[in-house]
């Protein structure tokens, strides 16, 4: 005979883990994981609601209602100065969003076959939904992956980074030979800004030798031994490289 009662107890106990009782609204995962970027990516500055706006293209109110929310449920505290400080559970919360998401860009990338300057975008829908037990199994499918496409590491990873070679590419100088470290993460969701790193072959991993340097206004053209390309100096500040040798 089958016992029916048994039986669902039995069904209901895999889909536990799929109850992910502690997520907050993908609008809140966003916010944690951009304040944690910001604050990792940029130690010296302090994190305020305006970079927020600017980053989500948010009404100040908007803004600020969020925030308010973040700190009703303790993620976040204001600081002298209007300065947004995670709090530790904000930050466990953060680098377990931000490990989801590095985790679905590899995935993305290295098995799917999507380019890489392609995947911020498509990974940010699919994090959301990622359970505990996939994550595991994916971590394990991707053999403990490091870093993700763009090179930032994965949370719990941080000491390693930045490397202490590592410096940005504005700082580069004539004959340097280059490695790309690190495509900062404040440039993954500029599409246009990724596509031409890609077609310069400004990729990860990639090394370039600087032929010429000159400024002109707020860009900085580089001619290396391959292309030339002109940045804006924001963005040739978020690259990161490192020096493999120099040109005699
Ligand atoms: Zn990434």
Redesign the pocket.
């Known amino acids: 005979m089958i016992d029916l009662k048994k039986n669902r107890v039995k069904r209901r106990l895999p889909t536990q883990d799929v109850v992910m009782n502690k997520r907050v609204s993908p609008v809140i995962e966003q916010y944690l994981q951009t304040i944690y970027s910001l604050a990792f990516h940029s130690p010296l500055e302090k994190v305020k609601s305006v970079h927020l706006k600017e980053r989500f293209g948010s009404s100040p109110s908007t803004v600020h209602a969020t925030l308010s929310r973040m700190k009703r449920d303790g993620l976040i505290t204001f600081e002298e100065h209007k300065q947004i400080m995670l709090t530790s559970v904000g930050k466990k919360m953060a680098e377990e969003i931000t490990r989801r998401h590095?985790l679905v860009?590899t995935f993305l990338y290295k098995t799917l076959g999507i380019p890489w300057h392609e995947v911020?975008l498509h990974a940010s829908s699919w994090a959301h939904g990622i359970s505990p037990l996939v994550e595991e199994k994916l971590t394990r499918f991707l053999g403990f992956p490091k870093s993700?496409?763009?090179g930032?590491p994965f949370p719990g990873l941080e000491q390693e980074f930045p490397p202490e070679d590592m410096f940005y590419l504005n700082e580069a100088a004539v004959g340097d030979r280059l490695q790309v470290i690190v495509i900062g993460?404040q440039l993954?969701e500029q599409i246009d800004t990724l596509e031409l790193l890609n077609r310069k072959n400004l990729v990860p991993g990639s090394v370039h030798q600087i032929r010429e340097k000159f400024y002109q206004g707020d860009t900085v053209s580089f001619q290396t031994s391959e292309t030339q390309i002109t940045l804006t100096l924001l963005i040739a500040s978020q690259i990161g490289v490192r020096k493999i040798g120099t040109n005699s």
């Open positions: 590095r860009e911020h993700c496409p763009h930032s993460e993954e």
